[in-house]
């Protein structure tokens, strides 16, 4: 899975990988330390968050900076959308296709090379409108 000679898989690293790839829930470092811990006891949370760090420079994991909260991380790389709840700050993935069209309107606009567009929507999760509903009624 790993071509890039210089960096060395550790078995650590290799766990947080597995783990984050197995979940669609952009875990926070927190929360992928409480999910790390059970494979790895000794592990601590300095560790988790470095390794996330390198594995999101690897461009192995995605970070994602939504709405200025904890960052959380992403297994899955391919491009893909997201939708965030306002209330509980939960973040889910949207499946849709990405808009390529974007991306060259964009590109015929700048300078810049682009690269990749993000595109997150806001909005409020099931289990929050529930928990408003039941406050209404
Ligand atoms: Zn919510
Ligand atoms: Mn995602």
Do not use: W
């Not at 960096?7 to 952009?26: A, D, G, P, S, Y």
């Not at 994602?64 to 965030?84: A, I, P, S």
């Not at 015929?108 to 409020?124: A, C, N, P």
């Amino acid at each position: 899975m790993n071509t890039n000679p210089k960096i060395r898989m550790t078995k650590q690293r290799q766990v947080i990988l597995e783990e984050l790839c197995k979940v669609t829930t952009h875990p926070t470092a927190d929360e992928m330390y409480q999910m790390i811990r059970k494979r790895l006891p000794k592990i601590s949370l300095g560790t988790v968050y470095r390794n996330l760090e390198i594995l999101s420079e690897l461009g192995m994991v995605l970070k994602l900076d939504v709405g200025g909260t904890q960052k959380r991380f992403d297994g899955h790389v391919e491009n893909h959308y997201h939708v965030r709840c306002t209330e509980c700050g939960c973040v889910g993935d949207l499946q849709m296709p990405t808009d390529q069209e974007i991306e060259q309107q964009a590109q015929s606009r700048t300078d810049f090379q682009i690269k990749r567009h993000s595109l997150e929507f806001i909005g409020v999760c099931p289990e929050c409108r529930d928990a408003k509903k039941r406050k209404v009624a």
